[in-house]
């Protein structure tokens, strides 16, 4: 069973650093794209940030570019996101998720999504 | 950025009952759309890719169409499982990827 799960969420000042971790099992983690979406109390959904596969290559929304990075440890089967100067717009569920297209860095889908890890940016 | 608009924002209906979504791009995006449905407190869940065709799990009742700058998420027949929120997202232009606003399906 294709599996993610997501930790490294807490409470953090404003300014603070965060580091997410996705740990992915039960599919060949190498040949996939990740992506990392969030979701605020109450709000719609957010795509923040892509990886893509072999070279690596990230892709960020606006509203992280600059102050986020995803990385990826394919020997740990692995998706991380550094977090830095954190703002209260920053609360939200953060999910780690699954490309669905093999290999391909041209179309996307999100095909398998973890439960989420919690951040909460409050002094 | 592209901008997705999704129409209604939210809609009342009975289990039996065909329902449609929409989901209007702000430019053309070929058939980059895909769709999801999300429970409460729970995970997103792949429902439609490519506009229009389903994944393995996903039950035929669902429909997905459009191209361009027009798609419809149809779901016939409801069932009680269905009542979620949906949501399309584009993949054409990206960075970044850019997902509508939702639409909440309520029982009636």
């Known amino acids: 069973e294709m599996q993610l799960v997501e930790s490294g969420g807490g409470v953090v000042q404003p300014g603070g650093s965060l580091r997410l971790s996705c740990a992915a099992s039960g599919f060949s983690f190498e040949d996939f794209a990740m992506h990392w979406v969030r979701q605020s109390p109450g709000k719609g959904l957010e795509w923040i940030s892509l990886i893509t596969v072999e070279d690596g290559v990230a892709y960020y929304a606006d509203s992280v570019k600059d102050r986020f990075t995803i990385s990826r440890d394919d020997n740990k089967k692995f998706l991380y996101l550094q977090m830095n100067s954190l703002t209260s717009d920053d609360s939200a569920l953060y999910f780690c998720?699954?490309?669905?297209?093999?290999?391909?860095?041209?179309?996307?889908?999100?095909?398998?999504w973890g439960q989420g890890t919690t951040v909460t940016v409050s002094s | 950025d592209i901008q997705l608009t999704q129409s209604p924002s939210s809609l009342s209906a009975s289990v039996g009952d065909r329902v449609t979504i929409t989901c209007r791009a702000s430019q053309n995006i070929n058939n980059h759309l895909n769709w999801y449905q999300q429970k409460s407190g729970k995970a997103p869940k792949l429902l439609i890719y490519g506009a229009s065709t389903l994944p393995p799990w996903v039950p035929s009742r669902f429909t997905g169409g459009g191209s361009g700058t027009d798609f419809t998420l149809t779901i016939s027949d409801l069932q009680p499982d269905d009542f979620a929120t949906y949501y399309c997202q584009q993949t054409y232009s990206n960075p970044p990827i850019t997902l509508g606003q939702g639409t909440r399906l309520d029982i009636k």
């Open positions: 998720a699954k490309e669905f297209y093999f290999r391909d860095s041209t179309r996307h889908a999100l095909s398998v």
